[in-house]
């Protein structure tokens, strides 16, 4: 059965930062892409970030670009967000996902998405 399990959300002040943290289990993804998504209140859930099979390669939505980081470590068949500088329109549910097939491109596409978790809440003050 697969699981993914996100953690390292928690509450935070604008301009501070957090490390976002994916653990999957019950197959190996190292020959999938990973994302990040987030969903906020009312919201549809969106892309944030996305990685390659091999880290060599990574996307972001325009409004996260030059403030998170998507990194994944294959041997942990983990996937991080750091996140800095946070702004309060960044806070939601995020979630990561691995795609639904093995390939080697980043995959930005959220119905290429699947197994989703059950998400780590981030909220941002002002």
């Known amino acids: 059965q697969v699981q993914l399990v996100e953690s390292g959300g928690g509450l935070v002040e604008a301009g501070g930062s957090l490390r976002l943290s994916c653990v999957a289990s019950?197959?190996?993804?190292?020959?999938?892409?990973m994302g990040w998504f987030r969903q906020g209140a009312g919201k549809e859930r969106e892309f944030v970030a996305g990685?390659?099979?091999?880290?060599?390669?990574?996307d972001y939505t325009d409004s996260v670009k030059g403030r998170f980081t998507i990194s994944r470590d294959n041997a942990k068949n983990s996937v991080y967000l750091q996140m800095n500088r946070l702004k309060p329109e960044d806070a939601a549910v995020y979630y990561c996902?691995?795609?639904?097939?093995?390939?080697?491109?980043?995959?930005?596409?959220?119905?290429?998405?699947?197994?989703w978790g059950q998400g780590t809440q981030v909220t941002v003050s002002s």
């Open positions: 996902a691995p795609t639904r097939v093995a390939t080697v491109r980043v995959i930005t596409n959220r119905w290429s998405y699947d197994y």
């Open positions: 019950g197959r190996t993804f190292s020959n999938y892409a």
């Open positions: 990685i390659n099979w091999s880290g060599g390669s990574t």
